[in-house]
């Protein structure tokens, strides 16, 4: 099983960034393909970005394109969503997910263990 704890959310004014930080708690973290998915009230929750096991391969959504980035750090099972020029579209509680069995995936079916959320709101 794989243990994921998110923080680094809070309230943002548009245009302004936040870092969301995902700490893993096993191992074999570096093994896994990650995401960071996000649900704003009354709608489903939908994929933002995705990261290869190794970091090479990364994944948007067109709507954060641009202005978030994915990166991971293996030696710290640590996966971090870099967010600028932040809008308050982007309000929403924002999940970490680890996908266990595919090199990356953008549904949420595909992803096997997900943290608890972290809410990032973003005033106009």
């Known amino acids: 099983q794989v243990h994921q704890v998110e923080s680094g959310g809070g309230l943002a004014q548009a245009g302004g960034s936040l870092r969301l930080s995902c700490a893993a708690s096993?191992?074999?973290?570096?093994?896994?393909?990650m995401g960071w998915f996000r649900q704003a009230p009354g709608k489903q929750r939908e994929f933002v970005a995705g990261?290869?096991?190794?970091?090479?391969?990364?994944a948007y959504a067109d709507s954060v394109k641009g202005r978030f980035t994915i990166s991971r750090d293996n030696a710290k099972n640590t996966v971090y969503l870099q967010m600028n020029s932040l809008k308050p579209e982007d309000t929403a509680v924002y999940y970490c997910a680890a996908n266990t069995d595919q090199p990356m995936g953008v549904k949420s079916y595909q992803y096997d263990y997900w943290g608890q959320g972290t809410q990032v709101t973003v005033s106009s």
């Open positions: 096993r191992r074999t973290f570096s093994s896994y393909a």
């Open positions: 990261i290869s096991w190794n970091g090479v391969t990364t």
